[in-house]
């Protein structure tokens, strides 16, 4: 089966650095997204990793080891408005282009 | 560019009722659209894969009889909730891929249906 653990909840400072880690247990995997998404409202797209390796997007990277089945999330210098629920997804070898997503981690900004 | 809307956003309906959500590409031709269904503090799951002109793939375990999908046009699916129970309450959202072999989803903005 599809199985893919993230921590439920994280809590850092306004301005630090967090990382929000991603394991993945899958078969024919294509690549794996983040998503952002804040309460009542749908989830917006932060990144899609394919390869290995990091890839960065202002504050927001993404990492991603195919061997390992691991991803992380990566916020710089957090602000109040990044709390938020952030989901990981996986997105599978085919051409419906389904994707499972995690459970998501509840980040909350303190100041 | 890449915008997907959905009608309605919120909507309360009585038990025995049934509801259609609507979920449209406003710039775009959505060769699938994707439902989902997520409960409270709880991620998307995945109801249903739904392509243009062809039947939609369900689920394991989504009742398919119950959750009618209708995938029109390249710009339009809709989702109906038939016979609509309080466990049927949740925030209901659609997504669109571009193309295919594209693994994007663009996001609705959901559907809140409370079902009293």
């Known amino acids: 089966g599809q199985n893919i653990d993230q921590p439920t909840e994280m809590t850092a400072t306004e301005g630090a650095i967090v990382q929000i880690n991603c394991t993945y247990q899958?078969?024919?995997?294509?690549?794996l997204f983040w998503y952002q998404q804040h309460a009542g409202e749908a989830p917006t797209f932060l990144s899609y990793n394919v390869l290995d390796g990091l890839e960065e997007k202002g504050r927001f990277s993404s990492f991603l080891s195919r061997s390992k089945g691991y991803s992380y999330l990566l916020l710089k210098e957090l602000q109040m408005k990044d709390s938020a629920s952030y989901l990981c997804?996986?997105?599978?070898?085919?051409?419906?282009?389904?994707?499972?997503f995690g459970d998501g981690t509840t980040l909350t900004v303190k100041p | 560019g890449a915008v997907v809307s959905q009608h309605p956003s919120w909507v309360i309906c009585k038990s025995g009722t049934s509801v259609k959500i609507e979920c449209r590409s406003l710039d775009f031709q959505a060769t699938t659209m994707f439902w989902y269904r997520q409960f409270p503090k709880q991620s998307l799951m995945l109801m249903a894969t739904?392509?243009?002109?062809?039947?939609?793939?369900?689920e394991q375990g989504v009742e398919k009889d119950k959750f009618l999908i209708n995938h029109a046009s390249l710009t339009l699916s809709t989702l109906t909730v038939t016979s609509a129970h309080p466990e049927d309450s949740s925030f209901y959202i659609c997504?669109?891929?571009?193309?295919?072999?594209?693994?994007?989803?663009?996001f609705g903005p959901g559907t809140r249906l409370t079902v009293t």
């Open positions: 899958t078969s024919g995997f294509n690549g």
């Open positions: 739904s392509n243009e002109g062809s039947k939609a793939t369900y």
């Open positions: 997504s669109a891929r571009t193309r295919r072999g594209s693994y994007e989803q663009y």
């Open positions: 997804a996986v997105a599978f070898n085919t051409n419906a282009g389904k994707s499972t």
